[in-house]
């Protein structure tokens, strides 16, 4: 505000100028609102209000009450398990691989290898992902057939590819990476100082884990569990992919509802979607406001 | 310090690092195996011999390229114009660009097809609307790519300087500003190209024979190509990655991985 008044005053002096900057300042920023408008906002609205409304527009509360039926709140509940132990297990293994790779002194190639490699990895989703596993622990994949051949039998023992496990252990593929991506620079960022200070004070290595570098790194952790969270619940690609729409996860959910109106009620269709932006409003809200706290020690 | 050998570092990595190559190994292995009882190539020669593949994959890499030069003209301009006079609004724009993430792909889509498929306004038949789903799918790196750019660079001295000498706003920004952030620039476009290239969700619903639909109707119908497709795009995104990190090593500029699904 400030700066606009005084950008008038200077403009008093000389009008043409001020002119200019004013028309370049719509120019500059309205383009990218109204697109924002256009395909954002309007959008999401749009499903938002829909939700809200019977089959002749009239505002309704039904839509939110028929998201209670069985086969829903099984498909939300499915999908915050898949996201959940996706985003645990991620964050668990992922930490680990960056603590190594960070503070496990292995020679530098290691790094050189895993960092450009987790950019790849987390990146590669989708249809190809899906494949890769199903060529591995499918039916006839490789790791299926040469556990059998050492007389284990993965799908005997209740293991399916196109299940929840299956599932999980396929967005982990993504998962983990991003997890090293995000948690390399935190690891990094543990002053050795600290360790050298808590151990001149006569702590062992594991209470300077347990009352130190742990109590710093724990925002950035649930952080990263948040994020991770986030990434698997609106994944629809690799699902699709993997389990051609057996598996009910919200998502999978929604892409029938859009080729068929599975649920016969295409406001009902609109409410689940709803459901996911409130979810993920959600997920956002809380992540960055672990950011901020994780923020404070670790720069 | 250095008492501790790091041996269970090591397990660590070894560890991870199979889970992370076995599939990659098996499919491989698995797209050898299309003539019977031999190891070879027919698989990958089959899928180059396919003429849909190459359609497929030139609609999807136009598209990207499209999308990167809307994207580019689009927020290069509002973003340094915010930070240049409206640091109130330059907030407005990043809270902005974090909105596709609270709406994941089949949802954006949803919306989309409601919102533009009957009267005042129909764009569910134009490329335009696969265009813009896809700028809004890659708005939130390739915001954080172009303010990253920026963060670094003097944007308020180099525009002094530049109008000083007399430059209009178009030429600062295409001559001065966009050389100075062009290492940030490049790795946004090669994680749109990277993102759109496979992309499913939105081609699936708008109808749009790119790539990823071809994908995932190849790895339905057929049982040794998906295998050689997979390897193919595996080895397509190091490409892509590669050049990246090859063009921020000369720039010395810190490489964003980002892109979450």
Not at chain 2, 68 to 81: G, R
Not at chain 2, 123 to 140: D, E, H, K, N, W
Not at chain 2, 189 to 197: N, P, Q
Request: hydrophobic letters at 50%; proline letters at 5%.
């Amino acid at each position: 505000m400030a700066e606009q008044a005084s950008e008038r005053g200077r403009g008093a002096q000389s009008p043409r100028l001020d002119l200019r900057r004013i028309n370049w300042s719509w120019l500059g920023t309205v383009p990218f609102f109204l697109f924002a408008c256009a395909f954002l906002l309007l959008p999401s609205a749009s499903l938002v209000i829909g939700s809200f409304q019977d089959n002749q527009g009239n505002f309704t509360w039904q839509n939110i009450a028929d998201l209670s039926q069985p086969s829903i709140v099984n498909a939300y509940l499915l999908s915050m398990k898949v996201s959940g132990i996706t985003a645990l297990l991620g964050t668990l293994v992922g930490g680990l691989l960056a603590w190594a790779m960070v503070l496990g002194r292995l020679p530098r190639f290691v790094r050189a290898f895993l960092i450009p490699f987790s950019g790849v990895a987390s990146n590669f989703a989708g249809v190809p992902l899906a494949f890769a596993f199903i060529a591995t622990l499918g039916r006839v994949g490789f790791v299926t057939v040469l556990l059998k051949d050492l007389g284990f039998n993965l799908y005997d023992k209740g293991f399916n590819l196109y299940s929840f496990w299956g599932l999980s252990a396929t967005y982990l593929y993504f998962q983990i990476p991003l997890v090293v991506l995000i948690l390399t620079p935190a690891f990094e960022a543990l002053r050795p100082q600290w360790r050298e200070a808590a151990e001149s004070l006569g702590a062992s290595g594991g209470y300077y884990w347990r009352s130190v570098a742990l109590p710093i790194l724990t925002p950035a952790l649930l952080s990263t569990v948040v994020l991770l969270f986030g990434n698997a619940f609106g994944a629809y690609a690799t699902a699709y992919a993997l389990t051609g729409g057996s598996l009910n996860i919200v998502p999978i959910m929604i892409g029938a509802q859009i080729q068929g109106d599975i649920l016969h009620n295409p406001n009902l269709g609109y409410g689940l979607a709803f459901g996911m932006m409130l979810i993920m409003t959600l997920v956002l809200v809380l992540y960055s406001w672990l950011q901020r706290r994780s923020a404070r020690w670790l720069q | 310090m250095k008492k501790r050998p790091s041996l269970v570092a090591w397990l660590f990595i070894v560890l991870g690092t199979s889970y992370f190559l076995l599939p990659l190994i098996a499919t491989f292995l698995f797209s050898l195996r299309a003539k019977k009882d031999t190891l070879g190539f027919t698989a990958y020669q089959r899928v180059f011999a396919d003429s849909s593949f190459y359609e497929t994959f030139r609609f999807s890499a136009l598209m990207a390229l499209l999308t990167i030069i809307a994207s580019l003209l689009l927020l290069v301009p509002t973003v340094y114009w915010a930070y240049l006079r409206h640091p109130r609004l330059h907030r407005l724009i990043e809270l902005v660009s974090l909105m596709p993430f609270v709406i994941p792909p089949i949802v954006l889509v949803f919306g989309l097809i409601k919102s533009y498929s009957r009267p005042p306004v129909i764009l569910v038949q134009s490329r335009g609307l696969l265009i813009a789903g896809y700028m809004v799918l890659t708005l939130p790196y390739m915001y954080r790519a172009i303010d990253a750019g920026l963060r670094a660079t003097n944007v308020k001295t180099l525009t002094e300087a530049a109008q000083s000498l007399g430059a209009g706003w178009p030429r600062i920004i295409w001559q001065v500003i966009v050389p100075n952030i062009r290492g940030a620039l490049v790795n946004g476009a090669f994680l749109t190209f990277a993102t759109v290239l496979g992309e499913l969700t939105l081609a699936q619903y708008l109808a749009w024979p790119a790539f990823g639909p071809y994908l995932a109707r190849i790895s339905q119908n057929k049982a040794y190509e998906p295998a050689a497709l997979t390897i193919i795009s595996f080895a397509l995104t190091w490409v892509i990655f590669g050049i990246v990190l090859l063009v921020n090593s000369k720039d010395q500029q810190q490489t964003q991985f980002g892109g979450t699904h």
